[in-house]
């Protein structure tokens, strides 16, 4: 399977230069001694992870540690478990340590302003990666990398419509979002509710949070079994609350994937054995691994290299037949 990521460049945003991070020290290093020795190449990147929520979550942290290794950055982790509190508190010690960049995956969209202005501040630069932000101020970031989460919302929907395009019957449809408040759950619910509008038998009954983990995702598809009656289809934000509903359809006695349609969003290993196996009917796929481009951006922002100020991942979908063709290669 082909994996491309491909750089929109957007003119002119990126020009500010980072001239007190580059290979200068003065100022910069302090006196922490962070590796500095020589002062030129050693990056130390400060990174703030959402949490563990999900295989995709663990998967990119994966790929962020092991290209951090193999780029030579030295990078300081920590984990957020989903709570802007949590990465607001390590983005402020990063700043206090006078890391060299900052990267991070933000929880939510909102509430970003105050901690990424302390950072401009210290001119310590911030990239922004997997998730955004809705910060109107753009110069608080140099880039953004990540996937086009209302690609994904549309690309659910365009399967939907596909599927049921000899019908003229209602489709009743429960919705597992993701964390309230985070870019992606509020882009995949939007963009899956593009495409169905246009057609007014696609109806949304049900819609709640599952938080992007197995857990919830099964106790919210339990609640949705006893007060909704005649579901049609399932659409989840990601492979795990999809799986964790799975085990609430198969525990009411219902077939997943015959009885009720399942599209999730991912396309990690479990969801792609699920997938194979016909009890999810398709998914969108999100890819994890944001590593390498991370990295590769993080020494270009701190050289004062000019970066795209958007950076896409591109990505497939998987029926059935195609996830039991690619599973025993999939690498997360
Ligand atoms: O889809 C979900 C994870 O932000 C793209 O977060 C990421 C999402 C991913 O918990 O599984």
Known sequence: MLKR?????????????????????SGASGGSGTGSGSGSDAITMGFSQVGAESGWRTANTKSVQDSAKNAGITLKFSDAQQKQENQIK?????????????????VVESGWDTVLKEAQNAKIPVILTDRAVDSKDTTLYKTFLGSDFIEEGKKAGQWLVEEYKDTKDTVNIVELQGTTGSAPANDRKAGFAEVIGAD???????????????????????????STPDIDVLYAHNDDMGLG?????????????????????????????????GKINFI?????????QLMDLAKKVVKGEQV?????TEETTFTQEQAKQVLSTRQY
């Open 308 to 312: 795209p100020a958007r950076v896409v």
């Open 90 to 106: 390590a983005i402020r010690s990063y700043i206090q340590q006078k890391v060299d960049i900052i990267a991070f995956s933000p």
């Open 284 to 292: 969108v796929e999100c890819s994890p691994l944001l590593g390498p």
């Open 200 to 226: 007014a038998k696609f109806k949304v009954v049900a819609s709640q949070t599952g938080d992007f983990t197995r857990a919830k995702g099964k106790e919210v598809m339990e609640a949705f079994l006893k």
């Open 5 to 25: 990521i491909s750089a929109l460049v957007l003119a002119g945003l990126t020009a500010m230069s980072v001239a007190s991070c580059g290979s200068g020290g």
């Open 245 to 277: 509903a799975i085990e609430a359809i198969e525990g009411a006695g219902k077939v997943p994937g015959k009885d009720i349609k399942i599209i999730t969003v991912d396309a990690v290993k479990d969801g792609m054995q699920a997938l194979a196996d």
